[in-house]
């Protein structure tokens, strides 16, 4: 019996347009209702999350920053893993190889090496525009995501500047134009022991420090609360996601927009976001009809 279930956001309980549906926040509050619990497992800090999400009114569990962070209910940080800050120079020299912007992401601020401003902006437009879709610079220059992300960012002019700040770093992000490019990054970077790799999108990667993922974030919480993994549902679609897929949850269930080896590692596959199928598989838990999505053997 499911008792639990953990979904991502991005691609997953959001549409196309990076939005909640109605028909996915009812569903929500009828679960909760019924008596599950619901968390949200993000890539997303904690307060980018809830920025995402103000306009509804959730009282849920957080897991953030990719596992990084965990917040109750209530918005209590119950545990942090920042990354050691020893690597940096290593990554940092990985990165540099490529075209690609690098940025030191802490608690509502990103810090970005990049010294020029104009092409600092130009970078984080090419990451925009490949996340909010379009080509058309001034429109999405408008969008509100594309300004608060410019509000998060901070620039430092070296490593040390960014130790002397004494914040706790959660998680690099990496952009690039190209899926090459990153994958090439990939390979240098995960020689660096102590790390966790992942991605949300093909354009980009997502460091943390090896214990900070999902999958073992929400089974280190589920077991505080007395439940059991069988007793968890999963629902994601990228590869930050993945080691929900590998815990061993009761069902791992992906969206049909999701990345091939979430699929495969997946026991059910639901509808896409597009279609609200994060509230379908929710929505069938209810009705104890959750075999209605199992892949078959």
């Given at each position: ?30 679960i909760q209702k019924a008596g599950i619990r619901f968390m949200i497992a993000t890539g997303r800090d904690y307060r980018m ?249």
């Amino acid at each position: 019996m499911i008792k639990v279930i953990a979904a991502d956001m991005d691609g997953t309980l959001l549409n196309p347009q990076h939005t909640l549906s109605q028909r996915t926040y009812e569903t929500i509050k009828e679960i909760q209702k019924a008596g599950i619990r619901f968390m949200i497992a993000t890539g997303r800090d904690y307060r980018m999350a809830c920025d995402a999400l103000r306009q509804f009114r959730l009282d849920c569990d957080w897991i953030t920053g990719s596992g990084a962070e965990i917040y109750d209910p209530a918005g209590k940080l119950l545990q942090t893993i920042p990354m050691d800050q020893g690597c940096f120079e290593e990554i940092v020299a990985c990165v540099r190889k490529y075209p690609a912007l690098i940025r030191f992401c802490a608690a509502g601020t990103d810090f970005v090496l990049e010294a020029d401003a104009d092409n600092l902006e130009q970078k984080l437009m090419d990451e925009a525009r490949l996340f909010l879709g379009g080509e058309n610079e001034e429109e999405i220059r408008r969008t509100e995501q594309f300004q608060n992300l410019l509000k998060r960012i901070r620039r430092v002019g070296s490593l040390e500047e960014l130790a002397a700040e004494n914040i706790p770093v959660f998680k690099v992000f990496i952009s690039a134009r190209s899926g090459e490019t990153i994958q090439r990054i990939w390979k240098e970077t995960e020689k660096i022991p102590g790390l966790a790799l992942a991605s949300s999108f093909f354009n980009n990667l997502e460091i943390t420090d090896i214990r900070a993922q999902k999958g073992p974030a929400i089974e280190q919480y589920i077991e505080t609360l007395g439940y059991q993994k069988e007793e968890v549902m999963v629902l994601g679609d990228s590869l930050n996601d993945l080691s929900m897929f590998e815990a061993g949850f009761g069902a791992a269930v992906a969206m049909e927009n999701a990345h091939e080896q979430v699929k495969q590692a997946a026991g059910y596959l639901t509808k896409s976001n597009g279609e609200d199928g994060a509230a379908y598989a929710m929505e069938l838990v209810l009705q104890n009809r959750l075999d209605r999505i199992r892949k078959p053997v």
